[in-house]
Structure formats: C-alpha cells, structure tokens
C-alpha cells in the first residue's frame, strides 16, 4: 500500500472481485474507449508528451489504461484506485502505484494531480455520489490540470423490440437501487457546479455493435455479457426464468446485429481555474 492511503482492513476484508467475465467485459472496454476517442483527450496528449505530470484514475479496475500510459510515459507518474483487488499489484511499471480505496470515503489528496481520469460509473453511483465524487476528483487537481470523465449511455441506439425491453428493464432496476444512469445528461452540470473548471471539451462517439469490424465485436461483447452478468438479479426483477432470460439475450444478440445498432460514449474534459 501507498503510504498515502491508511491501509483500511475492513475494507480489504470485505472487498469482492469482480468474477472473471466482468474483468474480461472491462478490459474491452479499454480497447473501445482507444479506438473511440483515443487513451488521451487532445489537451492532455499534448501536455503528456513533453511534461512529467501526476496522472490519477479514478475506478481503475483491472488498470488496463494506467498500465498502458505508465509503459509509453515513463517520465510521469500515474496512481489508481478500485474499492475491489483486480488491478496487478507486483508486475507493473515503477512509476505506477495502485491501491485498494473506496473513492466515496474521500481522496486523501489536495490539489496533487495534473490530470484526473474516470470511466463508466454509469451504473455504480447516486445523483448524490456523482455531485461528491465530481467535486472530490475536482478538489485533487493541481490549478490548470484537466479532469476527464467518460461514461457511456446504457440505451442502445436502433435498437429493436428484445433489446429495448431487456434495456428497459436494466434501467428500472438500477433506478429501484437509485442508481443514476443518466449521467450523462448531467456531467456538465456536476462539474460546472463545482465553480473552479471550465468545460473544455465534449465529444460524442457513435460505435457499433456487432458489426463494422473488430471494435463491433468487442461492443458486441461488452452489450452481451452485461447481459449475462446482470442475469441473477434482472431475471428475478423481471420476474421470468432464467432460461426465458437467456433466450431473450440470444435473441438481442441477432437483433443488434441485424439493425446495425451502436451505442454512444461521451467525454468531457474541463480544466481547472489558475487561482484555485
């Protein structure tokens, strides 16, 4: 452990790894999100290159984009953090530190990291979890640093009549755990609430789902095995079976395919203010 983070045994007690298909689901993701949009929004690529900077991920998982970034940017120094024990904790470069932390306790960090990062918190956290969590990764970025949020939208455009409903029910039950899933409808808002950024960036990015190639097939996976993952608990709120369940995934699987379907990931990157 960091000497940074007071070492919270409850914590790593009571820590549940993600099973084995969702670590898989979220290392795809990665390869998505670098086909979409790029490891690095513009402004930050540029300052990266030439500057030894303190780089902060936010929910790192299995830490796919630190490892990636700590290899090619071996003049900067990256930090992660999960509230589950994924990420490599002995094979990884030195200019990595990763540690097991529950973000909603606090970062134990004040104006520390020239750039801050966090992806696809779409279905973990409340509208009252984003307002603090935002202001949290806001309060660590040194004045002038960049924060960059990624999330995707959960609905899935062109979608069909199997995959609505099965999308349909994914957001009834995460609106019943009070799970904000339109969030991206509202990033802009939490950050600009903070009072110190300024929105710099937005971009939108449409990917396919099961066709056009290799990133198609890795959306297709991502959908699917969503799906799959969430089938123990969706199966019993939408009160069916769990084989009726899978034959309506399977039946999703075609149909997003068939309609050329996408879904949409969204980044947002604000800077800072000088004088905060």
């Known amino acids: 452990m960091s000497a940074l983070f007071k070492v919270n045994l409850e914590l790593i007690k009571n820590a549940k790894p993600y099973c084995d298909q969702e670590i898989d689901r979220l290392i795809s993701r990665h390869y998505i999100l670098r086909y979409a949009l790029g490891l690095l929004s513009t402004p930050i690529r540029d300052l990266i290159e030439e500057n030894n900077l303190n780089v902060f991920d936010c929910g790192c998982g299995p830490a796919t984009w630190l490892l990636e970034l700590a290899t090619n940017y071996r003049h900067c120094s990256f930090t992660g953090i999960d509230i589950s024990p994924v990420f490599p904790q002995t094979i990884k470069p030195q200019n990595l530190t990763i540690d097991l932390h529950d973000a909603l306790k606090g970062l134990p960090f004040d104006n520390f990291f ?16 984003w307002n603090f969590l935002v202001r949290e990764l806001v309060r660590i970025l040194k004045p002038g640093g960049y924060i960059e ?6 609905s899935v455009n062109n979608s069909g009549q199997v995959t609505r409903y099965l999308n349909n029910a994914l957001t009834a039950y995460y609106k019943s755990k009070k799970i904000n899933t339109i969030v991206i409808d509202e990033l802009e808002d939490y950050l600009e609430d903070t ?59 075609k149909e997003v395919v068939a309609r050329k379907s996408t879904f ?13």
């Open 264 to 276: 949409s990931i969204y980044r947002y990157v604000a800077r800072k203010c000088d004088f905060f």
């Open 149 to 154: 949020l990624i999330e995707l939208n959960i």
């Open 114 to 129: 020239d750039v801050v990062h966090q992806s696809f918190w779409v279905t973990v956290l409340s509208k009252d979890e």
């Open 195 to 253: 009072l110190k950024v300024e929105i710099y960036e937005k971009e939108v990015k449409m990917i396919p789902i099961g066709w056009n190639g290799p990133v198609g097939e890795l959306a297709l996976y991502d959908l699917i095995s969503g799906y799959e993952i969430a089938k123990p608990y969706l199966s019993e709120f939408m009160g069916i079976l769990p084989n009726q369940y899978d034959h309506l995934v399977e039946l999703a699987r």
